[in-house]
Every structure is written in C-alpha cells, then in structure tokens.
C-alpha cells in the first residue's frame, strides 16, 4: 500500500533551526511537496522536490532521496509564526497524492 | 495564484440533514478536487469535480452520500447528505491552475468548511 509516515508533533524555540522528516512509499514517484497549514486555515504550498538533493528558499529547504525514500523540511531562524502544521504529499505514478497526517510544529519563546 | 472563496465556514448540523458547501474560484480552472481533513489524519481527496460530466469519486465516497454539483470552470458545490457524527470533518475545495518554478502542479486550497453533526 501507498504510506506517508510524519512526526505528529516537534516543539522548537523560536531562533532556532528544526527539520520535519517525511518517509513516503508510493507506486511509482513523480514529486514530493511540503505545505504550511496554520490552525483554522487553508493549506499553503511550500516546496516541491522531484530530483534528489536540496531545495533552498529563504529560511525554508527542503531535501529528497528517492532512493531512500525520504524528505525533509528544515525550518531556520524560527519565527513564532511558524507554529503551523506542515503536510508532506508524495505524488505517484498516477499522478496522485498521497498526504501524510501534518506535523503540528510548535515555537516556544 | 488563483483565489478560493469556500463557504460556509463552519456550520453545526443535526444528524439525518445534508448540507451543501460551495466553492467559488476567482478565475477558470479545469480541476476542482474536494478534500476531507479529519482531525489527526491526512487529507483525504473526495472527488474530481468536472465540468460538463459527473464528478469522479475515490475509493470509499459516492455519489450518493457526496453529490457534486460543476456547472462551470469557476464554481462547485458539495454536498454532505444524511449527515452522521462520522461526517463532522474540514471538507477542503481545491485547485490546480498553477505551478511551481520546478513545473509541478501546485495546488490552492480554500479555508475549509468546518461542519460538526451533533
């Protein structure tokens, strides 16, 4: 079967660095994406990742090793208002999503 | 990227009623995809809502419990019939008129229907 497996929840200082792990197994693989999802709110994209290796933008990278079958998001210079929650998706061979269950990512003072 | 109106944004139901919940896009788009989130769990898509066909519904969802209505490339509604405490979940519209700078088919969610049937 397809599976997304995600920490539930990470507790992080704020000015610190953290990064949420995300193993996939998919039928096939066409991409991986991150998304932020504060509480109450819609979805939003964050990265996408299709070859190996990794992804800067700004405080946010993201890393993919398709032969290990894992990603991951590392969040730098923590801001309070990156308490959200952060969804892993693995896309198959059909094109298909398949979401892992969110880390719930929380920023302590 | 494309700007999701979704509404309502929360209601409370009573069991044995449906409630339909729309989805307006503020420019044409091809797909339409409805989603449920279910507290602690990953989304879930519904269905691909068409225009001009019947929607095509997911393993584990039809048409008879989630109607979906597609009369254009900007609108859908769906709607939750005979509703249970099972059905009280975030239902989520989706779009995928956008991409990445990669060339993936990045997705827009709209702020989501938080519906509880007592």
């Known amino acids: 079967g397809q599976n997304i497996d995600q920490p539930t929840e990470m507790t992080a200082t704020e000015g610190a660095i953290v990064q949420i792990n995300c193993t996939y197994q998919?039928?096939?693989?066409?991409?991986l994406f991150w998304y932020q999802q504060h509480a109450g709110e819609a979805p939003t994209f964050l990265s996408y990742?299709?070859l190996d290796g990794l992804e800067e933008k700004g405080r946010f990278s993201s890393f993919l090793s398709r032969s290990k079958g894992y990603s991951y998001l590392l969040l730098k210079e923590l801001q309070m208002k990156d308490s959200a929650s952060y969804l892993c998706?693995?896309?198959?061979?059909?094109?298909?999503?398949?979401w892992g269950a969110g880390t719930k990512l929380i920023i302590k003072p | 990227s494309a700007v999701i109106s979704q509404k309502p944004s929360r209601d409370i139901c009573q069991r044995g009623t449906s409630l339909t919940i729309q989805c307006q896009v503020d420019?044409?788009?091809?797909?339409m995809f409805w989603y449920r989130q279910q507290p602690g769990q990953s989304l879930t898509l519904i269905a691909t809502?068409?225009?001009?066909?019947?929607?095509?519904?997911e393993s584990g969802f039809v048409i008879d419990k989630f109607p979906i209505s597609r009369p254009n490339l900007t609108f859908s509604t769906l709607t939750v019939s005979n509703m249970s405490p099972e059905d009280s979940s975030i239902y989520l519209c989706?779009?995928?008129?956008?991409?990445?700078?990669?060339?993936?088919?990045?997705?827009?969610f709209g702020a989501g229907s938080r519906l509880t049937v007592l």
């Open positions: 989706s779009v995928s008129p956008g991409t990445s700078s990669s060339g993936a088919n990045v997705l827009t």
């Open positions: 420019s044409q788009v091809t797909m």
């Open positions: 809502a068409n225009q001009g066909s019947e929607a095509t519904y």
């Open positions: 998919t039928s096939g693989f066409n991409g």
């Open positions: 990742n299709v």
């Open positions: 998706a693995a896309r198959d061979s059909n094109y298909q999503l398949i």
